[in-house]
């Protein structure tokens, strides 16, 4: 088990930046990989980027080049800065934690919305 902690959500004009933080509750050893995923109103869930414990990042083709995920491995957390922000990013981010041999875990979710 593994408790996560979301915060830096909420509204930004079109072509704002925001920065989402993540603390998870484990250290970074138990951690094979963390992240964030995003559900944009009326749609599934989707991957917007992940970092794994040897430090390889993965993104979705919608956020590459614009948003950069980042790792503070001595506290387990995780940062997602998010620049040039469009209101199709518009959705709520949920923190994604899995643990070795273990399944995924989430965050409570934090809103953004990008709208002028």
């Known amino acids: 088990q593994v408790q996560l902690v979301e915060s830096g959500g909420g509204l930004v004009q079109p072509w704002g930046s925001l920065r989402l933080s993540c603390a998870a509750s484990?250290?970074?050893?138990?951690?094979?990989?963390m992240g964030w995923y995003r559900q944009p109103p009326g749609k599934q869930r989707e991957l917007v980027a992940t970092?794994?414990?040897?430090?390889?990042?993965k993104y979705a083709d919608s956020v590459n080049g614009r948003f950069t995920l980042s790792r503070d491995g001595a506290k387990s957390t995780v940062y997602l800065q998010m620049n040039s922000l469009k209101p199709e990013d518009t959705a709520v981010y949920y923190c994604?934690?899995?643990?070795w041999g273990q399944g995924a875990s989430w965050g409570q979710g934090t809103p953004v919305t990008v709208s002028s």
């Open positions: 994604y934690c899995k643990l």
């Open positions: 484990r250290d970074r050893f138990s951690i094979e990989t």
């Open positions: 970092i794994d414990s040897g430090g390889s990042k």
